[in-house]
């Protein structure tokens, strides 16, 4: 069997992304840059990357001792961040039940010989990729979006563009 390219991630619902998209679009419309299905979205936990299909199964039970609690983030700014070249809108404060929920899951990836990335988590939803730089636009109204589960995606390549396949929520 194939490897799979995997990560974890808060997964909007129809109706918060349609939420974001109302919010998003007056500024997102003065950005340069190759925008991103809404269908797409996503604030991500955990990053696993290639991971055998044949343990998905496996990584999916170890992952249901983890709680997700309640978790709700407010975002406020469509900004521009540099290094990866994004516009994404992005929260101000982690809540504890966030930076708790990631722990966890990091802990259950090390069972799995998966040392998660070594950089300060930013809870984020890229909106544009290669985007040009803007300054920060902040938002007609705060969206606070909420989640009480976490999903398990596959990042795939199709045609030369990212599409995201939600494998369980």
Not at 100 to 123: A, G, H, S, W
Not at 138 to 149: F, H, N, T, V, Y
Request: glycine share 2%; proline share 7%.
């Amino acid at each position: 069997m194939a490897n799979k390219k995997l990560f974890y991630a808060l997964w909007p619902s129809h109706r918060q992304r349609e939420t974001l998209r109302d919010a998003i679009n007056p500024v997102l419309s003065s950005v340069e840059g190759s925008a991103i299905d809404r269908r797409y979205w996503h604030v991500t936990l955990v990053y696993i990357g290639d991971f055998p299909e044949e343990r998905i199964p496996e990584l999916e039970c170890a992952m249901e001792a983890v709680d997700p609690a309640d978790i709700r983030l407010r975002f406020e700014n469509l900004t521009y961040w540099q290094r990866p070249k994004i516009a994404c809108v992005h929260t101000k404060t982690i809540p504890t039940e966030l930076e708790r929920l990631v722990t966890d899951m990091k802990q259950v990836l090390k069972t799995f010989d998966i040392e998660p990335e070594d950089r300060v988590y930013r809870p984020h939803i890229t909106v544009a990729r290669k985007a040009r730089t803007f300054p920060d636009a902040r938002l007609a109204r705060p969206i606070e979006l909420q989640w009480s589960e976490f999903a398990l995606v596959e990042s795939v390549t199709v045609r030369g563009e990212v599409q995201y396949r939600l494998l369980k929520q």
